[in-house]
């Protein structure tokens, strides 16, 4: 029987969203979650079945980084439950009083990912991008050494057999 390590890695997740000429205030917009540079962005990413991914804050880097303001929906599993932030223009990443993102946002093996805006005002004749950073910790679990009868007896380990 070999034991199971759990470990973890770290990485963000840039969510990117075009906003429509002419769309209305208060309309609900799709956006699209990468998680790799070299993979293309997708709407809804699902977290592999043999990992658990946990949300950890939002942030933009810049203000220029904020084309229509509004307020995000981190959405899991198609509706079944949602966190909304507070406006993305407040969540600059060096502004000492960017809201807390609130406890860490779980999602379980097979889970679906997937994020909306919702913007404030209405969209000009140009089509406008935003774009957010979402820090993720995801967990897996790794086959480590045997546990137990490690291959022999004590002292055919201890000699090196």
Known sequence: MSQVIQKYRDT??????TIAASAPASSVNPANIQEDPLVTATAVYQVPVTQTMDILDAYIKTAGDINADGRAR??????????????????LVSNPQRPAFGPAYRF????????????????????VTNTFYMPARIYYA?????????GGSFFQRLAGM
């Open 74 to 91: 981190i959405i899991k599993n198609a509706m079944q439950s949602y966190r909304q932030l507070s406006n993305l223009s407040t969540l």
């Open 12 to 17: 963000v997740l840039k969510i990117t969203q």
């Open 142 to 150: 790794e086959q480590g050494a045997p546990v137990g009868n490690r």
């Open 108 to 127: 379980t093996p097979g889970d679906q990912l997937s994020v909306q805006v919702i913007i404030d005002s209405a969209v000009g004749t140009a089509s």
